[in-house]
Every structure is written in C-alpha cells, then in structure tokens.
C-alpha cells in the first residue's frame, strides 16, 4: 500500500492477522482508498502553456554558483517538479551537479520568510504589508543622505547593473560578495599576465592535467563544465586518455580521480610549480619565446630546494615537469578555497608561469570570457570599516549570508550592529537577516524575471516557471518601488520608468536582440548562448618577480599544531545547509552526511590514540571547536579537515544547530585581498565522548570481490578483460565457488536460457532495458544520486535512521581504497550501486506475495501495493540496493511546502514497502505513451533515466539491450565490462566498465 | 502518493477525474430510471435527492449536455485523448455557451446562475469527485482512447449522455475490472504497466 494508513486502533500487524485468519479485512482492502469527499477544483480559465497530466518545460538559468549553468525546468500543474541541464547551454551541455539539483529544495523550503516583516520595538518580527514595508525603506533612505552601503551576492547582469546604479545614485555603494571567491587567481593574473581575469579552463582538451591542491570537479569555478571535460580527456577513448596528477595535503572529490596523488607540506605548492618551470626551462626552449626571458629568474628554483620546502621528491618533480611538458596540451590548475592560504598568490602565478612555458596559454587556459566574480574580500572588508566607524545609516544585504561566511573573529555582527537601519532581501532568516530590521525577501530563482551574464558567450535569462510559493517580492521591483519614494537622483534613472522589473529587463534585451520575436526566441531557448571569445595574453613585466616564500601559519607550530584545513564539502559555503536532499547525500570523499567531522590520518590517529567517532576539540588562536573524528588514509598526516558549510544557528530547522562552523577557527585578517582559509594551526584536545558518525560508507576496501573493477592504461589498450586484467596483476583466479557449483551454474545458466524461450518472458517485440556505467569516466561527484531523489520521490531519513543504516538512497555511490599501505600508493575507486535489475533475480522467488517480480521488459519490478514488508528480499540481494521504508516518510519527509516539489507520476511510498530503483519506470512508460499516440517504435535514446540525464561525465548509458544498434548494446561489447558479484549468477542488467589507471611508469 | 503534489495547489486544477474508456463485453447498466421515463429536460432541477450519486454545488445535466444536445465529451474533458489527466471543463469553457444560454425553464435559470455567480466571482465551483484510482495505479487516459476511440468513455464510466446526476456505474478501483478487459483484448497484464 502506498499512501493509505490503517484506521486508528488497528496496526498493521494486527490488520494482516485479521485479514489472514479470517479475511475481514477484504472489505477495508478493496479499494485501497478512503471515503474522504475529494473535490475537483477547475481552472477559472485554461492556461495556455499548461495541460493537466502533461509536464511543461521552461529553459532557465541555475543561480546556485557562479557558473551559470543553463536549466530545462519540468513544471507540472504549474509547480516545479525537476531540475535539469539546458542541452544547449555551452557550459554544461544538459547537465547539472547535485547543488544545482537541490534548487527545487530551496524553493519549497520551510524555513522560507513567508511575506514581508518589519523588527518590532521589543525586537521581534512582526509581519507587514509590502506597502507599507517599502513605504518604511524609502523614508530611511531618504533619510540616510547617501550613506547607504549594499552587499550583493547577486550574479552579473540586469539586477546588478541596476542595483549599482540605484545605489550609486543615491551616492551608496555595493560590494558584489562571493564567500568562495577568486581573489589569489586574479592577482596572480594581474601579476603574470597584466589581466584579472578568471580564465576558462578546458579540460577536455587536456590530455595532462596537474592540480596543485585544487578541487576543480566540486567547488572550483565552474565544476559542471570541467567535470564534462574532464570526463571527456579522462576518460578511456580508442586507447586514449588523458593522466590527472593531483598534489594536494587532503585527497578530495578531485584528488579521488587522480591516477597519482603526490601528498606534500601544505603551502608548499608553489615552490614545486617554480621548480617544474625552472626544470622545463632548463631542458628545452619554452614556447612562447618570451618564457624564455624567465630563465634567469628561476634558475635558483631547483627540484631538490622544492623537494625541502614540499618533502615531494626532486626526481618526482622532474619526472612531473618532463610529463607535464611532452603531453601537448597540458594543464595546471590552482586557486580555490582549498589551497587559500598566506601564499596563494604565489602559488596562483607560480603555476601561471607553468603553464606559459608548457605552451598551455590560450589552448587550455582560455582568457577572453570574462568569468563573472565577485569584488573580493578586500571590498567587504573595506565596506565593514564603514558600517564599524558608523559611516552607513542604512544596509541592504542581498544573496549574502556575511554574518555565517564571514569568520566570527572578523566580528562582522558588532560592525553590521552600528548601522542604524538593515535592510535583508534573504528568502531565509538566516544569520544575516537575523540582525536585520527589515526583511524583504525576494523570490527564488525559479520564481521571478532575470538574467545572467556569467561569461562573455552565454547570456542566461530567468523566467518564472510558477506561481510564487510565499508572499514575496522580486528584489528588481523593490527597488523600483523604493526609487520612487526616495524621488531625486534616483527617481530620475531610466529604469525607474519602467512599470516593473519585468519591463525593465525587457527594454534591456530589446535593446540587444531587437525584436520581440528574438526576445521570446531567447527566451525559449535560454539565453543567448555561444562560443566564449579568446584573447592572446603574454608575460607582464611582473611576472619575473613570481617566488616563493613559505606561507606564515597562525596558531602553534611543531609536533603539537596540525595544519587546520577547512574543505568545502556539500554544503559549499553554507547556503546548501537548509535543503535536506543535500544533508542526506553523501559527501563523495568521506561518504557522511548530515553532520560535520574531523578527518585524521590513521598515523596520526595511533599517535594520539584515537578512534572514529571521539569527539576532539580544535583550539586556533581564534576559536575552538568540537568535532568527532573520521580516520582516512587520504590525508598528510599533519593536517587536520574540517567541512565548511554547517554549524549555522540560524537558517531554518534543517541547518540551525547541525554540525560545525569550521570558520570560527579562522582569522579574518586579510592582507592580501582574500580570506586565508587554509592558514592556521589548531591544537587538538580529547574530551573522551564519542558520537557515532552518520556515514553510508561499509567496508573501506573491496577485499578482493572486484566490486569496483579497474586496469591499466595498458591492460585496457591491450584489449584486456577486467579478469584477464587481475591474472595479469598476479591475482587469483576470482571464482568463490566450488567446481561442482560452477558446474551446477553452468547447467542452471543454459537451462535458464532454454527458459527464456518460453513464458512470460519470450514476449516478442518487448525490449530488454540494461544500463552500462563507465568507471573511466564516473568521477564520484553525486550528481546522480540527487537527481534520483529529485526524480523517485525518494525520502530523506535524517542522521539517527543513516545510523542505523536505513538511508533509502536508490542509487548510491560506494568509494573503496586501494592501496595506501605498504608504500602503494593510495587509489580511490568509485562505483554507483543501483538496482541491477539482475535476470535471475535472488529478491524475486523469496518474496512470498509476488510484489518483487520480473517484468517482461526485463526489469525487476517492485510492486509497492502488493508488499508486505516481510524485507525477505532485502536480505537475499548481495546487492544491498532494496531499501526499506521504516517509518511513514511519505508524512514526514515533505513538510509543506516540499511536498509541492513532489513527481506526480512515482508512488509515494508509505510505511512498511520495500522500495528500490525502478530505472525510472516512470520515464520508460511515459515514453511507451508518447511512442504509441504517435504511432511509432520506442527509438534509442527516447528513455533517459534521472541519473544518466544528470550526470555530468555521461558516465551512464541506458537503453534497449536487444537493440544491437542501441548505444548501451554497444557499449556493453567492450572489454572492459563486466558484472558486480558476476559469480553469483544473478545476470545483472547494469554492465560496468572497468576504470583505466594512468599510472607512474616504472 | 501520486496526488500529493496537487493537494495544496489552492485554486489550481485537480484535474484528476477518471474519464475512462475501456469498452467491455458486459452490458453497460442502464442508467436510472428517472431518465427512463420523464425526458431529460422535463426533470426539476432541485429533484436530486432521489438520484444516485453524490449531490453536486450545482446540478450539472450530462444528460442534457451530452444526450440531449449531443456534445462530445471532449468538448470539455479536453487533454483526454493526450493526457493521462482527462481534464475538468474550466469556468470559461461553461461561460462559452452559457454567457448567453440563460436556461429554458425557472430550475435550469436558477442552475446556471450559479455558474454565472461564480464566474463572476471568480470563484472557481469545486465539484465532488467520483472516479478516483487509488494513487498507486497509474490509469493514462490517452492510451485508452488511443485504443478504443473518442466515444468509448462509458465503458468505464457508464451510460453518462443518460445519467442527470453523474454516480459510479463500475467500481474502477477494483483491479478485477481493469484486468478483466485486459486478458480479453490480450493486453499486458504487467504489474508495472500501471503500479510504479
């Protein structure tokens, strides 16, 4: 049963009691539905675009990072139901990440500000008309006399350009704020190459790819993008693929993929980046011939004094250079959040310097397209001088959460708290609005009229897909509004003229595309999208100064003081912490959720003697914090990672009071012009209390079961199966079973096929749907695995059912280690588990009332109004993808408004039911429809499931396996594929493909 | 619960009636017996007591609409042949014709006046509903009529062109209904043709 609840005072135990002894409860059974009067509610008047049990798609931009990526917005009914890539966007190509995703999430949020609230007198909120609230803005800043001062995490395009100017010309000023911004990249640009801008990185063009510390596939510029480009190089192509070295102290999402990690010293990158230049120098004439000018001045940075300030090897650094330089084209990567400390300019132009010798400037590293940032650090700083020296009589914060992202050392509460008058346009009460006296929240992205100009080439527009949730006000026409009641300068702008935001982004793109038509065209389409421009950039006359000199840490160095490095992780800077898709996923590295951790290397960890899940406490000269700790061999010894993005108290019932704030260990001091994230030193204290930590993680290593399969660059050119791979590697034979059993299966298996001539399944003419999941290109990142919630319905669970191991993640992704001991060097594999909808299914024959079964079509069907919950075939899968619903999550996992964000087209599945991946049932029947109304044949590519549609490196093919033409047919031809727990002859319908190594030679 | 993103839509369209077509070999039940005697339009508007079915906020005629004057069931329940959804009439669809039909007689006048009220109220009318498949069997509309053609509504639904106050003829939340047309036309009988 789905949805329906047993009467009261009759559990369901006692109902199947009944129902068995003497069937009484056929009565109560038949229907399955109450006698509640239903009413059906018409539409006043048919609206054009929408047909009642049709999806409507709108083209849309995503505003949750600054890439801008393009979206197709699924609405039904006139709500929301599914976020997915714009096929045409040039940034992401139809795909989307995981945060992107969650969109949806912070749409129906319940911690959204219902309407417009002004601060009371005894400090409390009370609720007000938008009249009067923008009546109260305009009379403060009237009076305010020009002494207005905004903070925008606004996106670049027609809202900024406006907010600037209405700002300006009341004689304010805005500061465009990013909390992960991209401050050490433009200087070191500025320096080396006279331009501060962020270039483009192209990734698939790569075929070497060096990141120093950078964690490019999660939290870098534009990670969709290099994610698909990323894939594209890496992966394993007609005998070709690209090699990614990663040198970094922590192994994240981007280290994970790397076929060499060279762990080193924090803060030491640069020193190995001036080395390879000077190395590539030395050895053969750079190209461009003005590298060659840099000579002289690198000659002093030898391998061997890299080696001293990294504890990475002279000849590694050798071996690296010659590599980096001989594969055409290469790319290095630095800059981020993760490698933000004292020396991050250096690093920044150290590795401007190596890509310039290596000839990789304007072939991977791309200026021209203008990549839209934020001011930097160093104008919020400036901006909180004022507001502290009581310079502002009024504040607006926009997109911004300061007061979470913004280190406490910095004290930006006490300097916001002397500015008279604060205005909040948030659609959360966060931190930030918190302190406000007046909260106009805005609507979401997905709710109102705008644009983005994230890069020159792609111009991304906004339209309201639907009806606002709540009582709010697109932030444009509150300034708008606001403008005419403060008259003057302000009053007088063009803009202001417009009746409306709407109208005034309008006027602003007909001045561009010029017609209404190529206005709607834009529209329909997105934007307008096309290729980024290039321009040549050569050395600046500073770039001879690029050295290195060891970054300063706070806090106490030697044996005692571990290198503290806050990581961003799922939450990103925080604004993802109130959406509960996103607490639920996995972080890819560490595989918890819902709360924050410390990881430690297991060295240290026997060092100190402590296990997982002791709480520690982390004191820096700044702060103190409690943490439990998660013990993993992907970290330097001496560093200490903490997640950025939780610990928030404030920002709805999900975020407030979940985990920690890694920020409040920081100094605020800037310097040079940005946060310096990674620039202290804790101690670390035990306190003997120990949490249990939330992970979906089981066993860390694959024991030999080839769960995740990989061979090398070599194997796989030779054409190598994965078993003849592990026989070459000197493995044995990987076969569980007896002879006698392998003689059984093999009579079993050809008595099987004989068997499928006949029955149910030799359906003529019905297809047999399979799906093949590249390892060589799936990078771990979860985008899959939201797009699965977002698509089934799927229940978040919450820590305390993850700790007990009933998280119902239909497709999850496993992470295992190899290696790492010994001297091995450690490899992370990554594999995403789903339902493999095996022939000879083992859930199937134990279910005693036919509710796990086998379609003709060949999937395993789970049949949610026949289940009982006997959970017999949870415990038969070796697969562990059947998940059952322990509690009635179909009431309690969509609080309203989320339920508004619900498919209509998947059962929401009730207490009690097994649940498992259907492969997007949903998706095959809708399309079986619209084949048959148009009388024609399913064709190849007509069913995409949620995960495959989602993932950014089209690591997932699904399609029609007795179609020999079919794109999964084909990719289930190759070597390198093979079955998860092929020995227990369960036939699996999900092919993987074994991962390539790129490994070391020699 | 496949409805449940419909529930606090407000004023939005629950578009979720159960138009179906599935023509079977039983004999469809006669309608009752009202209608049988007294033609459609000579029944008083207030005299719903006495007819099956739920009484409706107003006392919509399918007999006179669709027997009478022989509209097709489309003209109203629009995205059936496409839609999964059948789709419910909107208030301008009833004020098309009834801006200026006013009613023949004092219990018809006193009928669509509510309609004109609420039209120009724009207060939508909330009509009980009737068919309804549990919430996890998926029935698509469109593949039915696809199937069995335009007019085979009332092979689930009943002789409706003879029913003055519309009430459930089969009871299509019974799977033995659905299954029962779907071995004698030899159509999938697959759970997951309409359970996912």
Not at chain 1, 320 to 333: D, G, N
Not at chain 1, 910 to 916: N, T
Request: glycine fraction near 10%; include cysteine; aromatic fraction near 8%.
């Amino acid at each position: 049963m789905s949805d329906e609840t047993f009467p009261e005072g009759i559990d369901r135990r006692r109902f199947l009691t009944v129902l068995g002894v003497t069937g009484a409860g056929a009565a109560a059974m038949s229907g399955c539905s109450t006698d509640k009067v239903e009413k059906l509610v018409p539409y006043l008047v048919q609206s054009d675009d929408q047909i009642p049990g049709i999806p409507t798609w709108y083209a849309s931009t995503c505003t949750e990072c600054g890439a801008g990526c393009g979206l197709h917005v699924k609405t039904r009914e006139a709500r929301a139901i599914k976020l997915e890539g714009n096929p045409a966007h040039p940034v992401n190509a139809g795909k989307l990440c995981a945060h992107g995703q969650s969109a949806l999430q912070g749409l129906y949020n319940p911690g959204r500000i219902k309407g417009p609230m002004a601060r009371q007198a005894d400090g409390s909120f009370k609720p007000v008309t938008w009249d009067e609230a923008i009546a109260l803005l305009g009379q403060k800043l009237q009076g305010a006399g020009g002494k207005l001062g905004v903070i925008s995490g606004a996106g670049r395009g027609t809202f900024s350009d406006l907010l600037s100017a209405w700002t300006q010309a009341q004689g304010g000023r805005v500061v465009r704020y990013q909390a992960f911004d991209f401050e050490p990249v433009r200087a070191a640009n500025q320096q080396v190459f006279g331009t501060s801008e962020v270039p483009a990185y192209d990734f698939a063009a790569a075929r070497y790819i060096l990141s120093f510390g950078t964690d490019f596939l999660q939290d870098f510029v534009s990670p969709v993008e290099h994610q698909r480009g990323f894939a594209e190089s890496h992966g394993f192509n007609d005998g070709q693929m690209a090699k990614h070295v990663m040198l970094a102290p922590r192994l994240s999402l981007t280290g994970m993929n790397a076929d060499e990690w060279v762990t080193l010293r924090p803060g030491s990158e640069a020193a190995i980046a001036l080395a390879m230049t000077n190395v590539i120098l030395a050895e053969r004439t750079g190209n461009p011939a003005d590298a060659n000018g840099l000579r002289g001045a690198l000659a002093a940075w030898t391998p061997e004094q890299a080696q001293e300030a990294s504890g990475v090897g002279a000849e590694v650094i050798r071996r690296l250079a010659r590599e980096f330089v001989s594969a055409q084209p290469s790319l290095a990567v630095a800059g981020g959040i993760s490698t933000q400390h004292r020396g991050a300019i250096q690093l920044c132009a150290a590795v401007n310097l190596l890509n310039y010798v290596a000839g990789n400037v304007g072939r991977t590293v791309k200026f021209g397209a203008d990549l839209d940032t934020g001011d930097g650090y160093g104008a919020v700083e400036s901006l909180l001088r004022t507001m502290e020296q009581g310079q502002l009589a009024v504040a607006i914060v926009h997109d911004a959460n300061p007061a979470y992202s913004l280190p406490k050392s910095g004290g930006f509460a006490a300097k916001f708290a002397k500015v008279p008058f604060k205005v909040s346009t948030s659609l959360y009460l966060d931190e930030t609005s918190q302190l406000c006296d007046l909260l106009l929240p805005g609507h979401h992205a997905l709710e109102r009229w705008d644009d983005l100009r994230p890069r020159k080439g792609a111009t991304g527009l906004l339209q309201p897909v639907m009806e606002p949730v709540f009582q709010t006000m697109a932030t444009g026409d509150v300034l708008l509004k606001a403008a005419q009641k403060v008259g003057g300068a302000v009053a007088a702008l063009p803009a202001v003229a417009a009746p409306s935001y709407e109208a005034h982004l309008k006027a602003q793109w007909l001045t561009v595309v010029g017609t209404d038509e190529a206005w709607r065209a834009a529209l329909q389409r997105g934007g307008i999208y096309g290729d980024s421009p290039v321009t040549s950039v050569r050395l600046a006359a500073t770039a001879a100064n690029v050295t290195y000199t060891a970054p300063a840490f706070d806090g106490e160095a030697g044996p005692e003081g571990f290198y503290f490095a806050p990581v961003p992780s799922v939450m990103g800077d925080g604004r993802f912490a109130n959406r509960p898709w996103m607490l639920e996923l996995s972080d890819p590295v560490t595989k918890i959720t819902w709360h924050s951790w410390v990881e430690m290397h297991p060295e240290t960890a026997r060092r100190i003697d402590v296990r997982e899940g002791e709480i520690v406490q982390l004191t820096s000269p700044h702060g103190t914090l409690s943490v439990p700790v998660y013990i993993t061999p992907g970290i330097h010894p001496e560093v200490l990672a903490v997640p950025l993005g939780m610990g928030h108290t404030a920002f709805g019932d999900f975020a407030t009071g979940r985990g920690v704030n890694a920020l409040d260990l920081l100094d605020a001091k800037d310097g040079q012009g940005f946060l310096p994230y990674q620039a202290t030193r804790v101690t670390l204290a035990r306190t003997r209390e120990f949490k249990q930590v939330a992970k979906t993680e089981g066993t860390t290593r694959q024991l030999g079961r080839g769960i995740a399969d990989a061979m090398t660059l070599a194997q796989a050119k030779a054409g190598m199966t994965p078993a003849l791979a592990r026989k070459a590697e000197g493995h044995e034979e990987h076969e569980i079973n007896t002879e006698l059993e392998v003689e059984a299966i093999e009579g079993f298996r050809e008595s099987q096929l004989e068997q499928r001539k006949r029955g149910a399944y030799a359906v003529e003419g019905q297809p047999m749907w399979g799906m093949v999941i590249d390892l060589a290109r799936c990078t771990g990142c979860s985008a899959c695995v939201t797009a699965c919630y977002a698509e089934n319905n799927i229940a978040w669970v919450g820590e305390e059912a993850i700790l007990k191991g009933r998280e119902m993640t239909w497709m999850r992704i496993e992470r295992y280690w190899e290696g790492g001991e010994d001297g091995d060097p450690l490899e992370a594999r990554v594999v995403p588990v789903l339902c493999q909808h095996c022939d000879n299914a083992p859930c199937e024959p134990v279910c005693p009332v036919y509710a796990a079964y086998h379609t003709p079509d060949g999937l395993n069907g789970q049949v949610y109004n026949r289940c009982v919950g006997t959970r017999y075939c949870g415990n038969n899968c070796p697969y562990k993808v059947r998940y059952f619903n322990w509690s009635a999550y179909n009431k309690t996992a969509f609080p309203e408004p989320l339920n508004l964000g619900l498919n209509p087209d998947v059962t929401v599945r009730g207490r009690g039911v097994m649940e498992k991946c259907t492969f997007c049932i949903q998706r095959i029947r809708g399309a079986q429809h619209t084949a048959r109304l148009e009388d024609r044949e399913l064709r190849d590519g007509d069913v995409v499931t949620a995960c495959a549609q989602a993932c950014p490196s089209n690591a997932i093919t699904f399609g029609n396996m007795k179609d020999p033409a079919s794109r999964v047919a084909q990719a289930q031809q190759s070597p390198r594929g093979y079955h998860v727990l092929e020995d227990l002859n369960v036939r699996p319908a999900v092919t993987y493909l074994a991962k390539v190594l790129h490994r070391a030679e020699g | 619960m496949r409805n449940l993103a419909f529930l606090g839509a407000g004023s939005l369209l629950l578009a979720l009636g159960a138009l179906a077509v599935v023509p079977r070999t039983r004999p469809v039940q006669a309608a009752q017996s009202a209608s049988d005697t007294l033609p459609a339009w000579k029944l008083a508007a207030g005299d719903t007591a006495n007819l099956k079915g739920p009484k409706q906020p107003v006392f919509f005629r399918h007999d006179i609409h669709s027997g009478v004057n022989k509209m097709t069931c489309q003209y109203c329940h629009y995205s059936v042949a496409e839609s999964s959804e059948p789709g419910i009439p909107t208030m301008a669809t009833c004020m098309g014709c009834h801006l200026i039909i006013g009613g023949s007689d004092s219990s018809h006048k006193v009928e669509i006046k509510k309609v004109r009220d609420a039209w120009n109220a724009k207060q939508p009318i909330e009509w009980v509903r009737i068919h309804s498949v549990a919430r996890h069997a998926h029935f698509p509309h469109m593949r039915h009529i696809k199937a069995l053609g335009p007019n085979a509504c009332q092979t689930c639904h009943g002789d409706v062109a003879r029913m003055p106050q519309v009430f459930k003829v089969n009871n299509i939340n019974n799977m033995g209904f659905c299954i029962t047309c779907h071995v004698e036309r030899k159509i999938s009988r697959d759970c997951t043709a309409c359970h996912y």
